[in-house]
């Protein structure tokens, strides 16, 4: 059964997004987030990254355990605002944190293991986004950029990963993140096997 049209969802769901944001912004303002302000956003806007991340990537799944179809239509924009977070996050890193010196930003992409990885998982998520359009999909027709999109599991496979190296003493929290991850590529490598074994031709009976 499909579901209503909803049409303040996508205005909910953005507005939902935006909210820690801005919680950060009043808590900058009021001087509230600590004696390590860059440290706190950096934490803050990780984890927004990846929670929208995620929750891009259950959209399907729901779809495929309950039938719901108002999931697929916020995909997109929950996607979109992973990667919001994450640029945030980069930048945060980059600018405030490093002053957009190029050479010690480069040493630690190099040199240090979880900044690699979280840069990488950016650099991943970037022809994602570019190519979130519908015009986009009709330019490189729709397998090749079901393809492409594949990767966004492996970007977020690399923000665990981020996370976890970040941590180093309690990771709990991290490998929560992670076992959502696992559930959901469990739930869609289950769906590709159904989808394999119903394609397959039926034997024909002497």
């Given amino acids: 059964m499909a579901?209503?049209?909803?049409?303040?969802l996508k205005p909910a769901v953005l507005v939902g997004g935006l909210a820690p944001l801005a919680l950060l912004i009043i808590q900058g303002v009021q001087g509230t987030l600590g004696p390590n302000v860059i440290e706190a956003v950096l934490n803050q806007t990780g984890l927004m990254a990846l929670i929208f991340l995620l929750a891009s990537l259950g959209c399907t799944p729901l779809k495929l355990?309950?039938?719901?179809?108002?999931p697929m239509r916020i995909r997109k924009l929950v996607g979109l605002m992973a990667f919001a977070y994450a640029m945030l996050h980069f930048l945060t890193y980059a600018v405030a944190d490093q002053g957009l010196k190029?050479?010690?930003?480069?040493?630690?992409?190099?040199?240090?293991?979880?900044?690699?990885v979280g840069f990488i998982a950016l650099v991943l998520l970037v022809p994602l986004a570019a190519t979130s359009t519908n015009a986009a999909v009709r330019r490189m027709g729709f397998p090749a950029w079901q393809r492409l999109h594949r990767l966004v599991y492996v970007a977020a496979s690399l923000g665990v990963i981020h996370f976890v190296w970040r941590v180093?003493?309690?990771?709990?929290?991290?490998f929560i993140y992670g076992a959502v991850l696992s559930l959901l590529l469990a739930i869609r490598v289950v769906e590709a096997v159904r989808k394999r074994r119903r394609a397959r031709p039926t034997p024909r009976t002497a």
Avoid: Q, Y
């Avoid at 579901?3 to 303040?8: G, K």
């Avoid at 180093?168 to 991290?174: A, I, L, S």
């Fill in 168 to 174: 180093k003493k309690d990771v709990t929290e991290p």
């Fill in 65 to 70: 355990l309950f039938g719901w179809t108002w």
């Fill in 102 to 116: 190029l050479g010690p930003i480069v040493e630690d992409i190099t040199k240090r293991k979880f900044i690699a």
């Fill in 3 to 8: 579901s209503p049209p909803l049409p303040w």
